[in-house]
């Protein structure tokens, strides 16, 4: 059959989704070009630094904040900025590991949020290690096992993760990111309804931030807290009559049904975790600061902490007290400022501080969280 160019208008005007189809695919093929491209290039980097006698890993924080910054800038839709900036953390995650897959320990097993907010940090293409505890995820990190950890610090509605707070007291970690994760609570069961419901499972904060609708659904169920929500799925997924309350990681780990969503008291309920590693991170423009301050027990002790930053125009986005363990009635104190320790306004008000504070530790100064 012979086509003439009226007949391949008619076609073409007929059938205006195989047109489109056509399209995304020479589209793809572009994309698919343009990303080994980029791979290569990634590669190129890597032999340059080791030509350059560079060691370690080439993952810089400060670097991919601002390309991710960057992407959000430029974005005009219809991909919103977090969809669009979770694609290019994929692209990153896979081109830094053509060299070698970067090993990041959490706090464990998979399926709880703090893996998934490792994911959501470092991309699909890492190994990640999965920790009982959260002072062996430090220890992961010390030791050289692990590149990075990522470690929940706190939480919107049920406040700060002490055993994290504690870690820092001793170790020699620097802070190198922070990772912010909006938590959805999902409920889990392979029964088919709430009336077959026995036992429910979970971490003792994912009870605490479901209570109401436990009250309103599940009154008088016996609630069970355990180590993680993941490991609450494990548990539902085996037993008859028994359910969890965790996360869609979670649910699609263990092969477990998804009864009810979004079931948190809070709508905006969110954890911050805190990625540590070894070492400093240079300014990215848009960065904060974390210190740990020890205090004489006095009165104007805390007025005098706070007025350094107020001098010198800084803006304080946290600060919580936490015992020092050294005597009785003494504390230190937990404080996140905006920018970086490189700041001039921010080295005078250390400067100022440390005449006060019989001791000033910096924690890290990093990308403020971009995702």
Not at 10 to 32: F, G, T, V, Y
Not at 71 to 100: H, K, T, W, Y
Not at 133 to 153: C, H, L, N
């Amino acid at each position: 059959m012979v086509f003439y160019p009226q007949d391949c208008c008619n076609w073409i005007m007929a059938n205006p989704l195989e047109s489109i189809r056509d399209k995304i695919d020479a589209l793809d093929q572009q994309l698919q070009t343009l990303l080994n491209q980029r791979a290569e290039l990634a590669l190129e980097v890597a032999k340059v630094k080791a030509a350059q006698g560079e060691e370690g890993h080439c993952y810089r924080p400060e670097r991919e904040a601002q390309v991710l910054r960057a992407v959000q800038e430029r974005n005009q839709g219809p991909l919103s900025d977090a969809e669009i900036a979770r694609l290019f953390r994929e692209i990153m995650s896979a081109c830094l590991a053509l060299e070698e897959p970067l090993g990041i320990a959490f706090l464990g097993p998979e399926g709880t949020y703090t893996h998934e907010a490792a994911k959501k940090h470092f991309g699909h293409s890492v190994k990640t290690l999965s920790m009982s505890a959260i002072d062996e995820v430090f220890r992961e990190v010390e030791s050289g096992a692990a590149q990075f950890g990522v470690v929940p610090v706190e939480n919107s509605t049920e406040g700060v993760i002490t055993h994290t707070l504690d870690q820092f007291m001793a170790s020699p970690l620097t802070i190198c990111g922070e990772v912010e994760l909006r938590i959805n609570h999902e409920f889990l069961t392979n029964e088919s309804d709430l009336t077959s419901v026995c036992k429910v499972y979970s971490h003792q904060q994912s009870l605490a931030q479901c209570r109401e609708w436990l009250d309103r659904n599940l009154l008088g169920v016996e609630r069970i807290a355990v180590s993680s929500n993941a490991e609450a799925a494990r548990l539902a997924s085996d037993e008859a009559g028994s359910a969890a309350i965790a996360g869609q990681a979670a649910a699609e780990l263990y092969d477990i049904k998804v009864l009810a969503t979004n079931i948190e008291d809070e709508p905006d309920n969110t954890t911050r975790f805190l990625v540590i590693g070894v070492d400093s991170v240079p300014p990215s423009g848009v960065d904060k600061t974390s210190l740990l301050v020890s205090a004489v027990n006095e009165a104007g002790t805390l007025g005098n902490l706070i007025q350094p930053f107020s001098n010198n125009g800084i803006n304080m986005t946290k600060l919580e007290s936490r015992p020092s363990r050294r005597g009785l009635w003494e504390y230190v104190f937990f404080i996140d400022i905006e920018g970086h320790v490189d700041d001039k306004n921010i080295a005078r008000a250390l400067d100022e501080l440390r005449n006060d504070a019989p001791m000033v530790k910096v924690l890290g100064s990093y990308p403020r969280s971009v995702l």
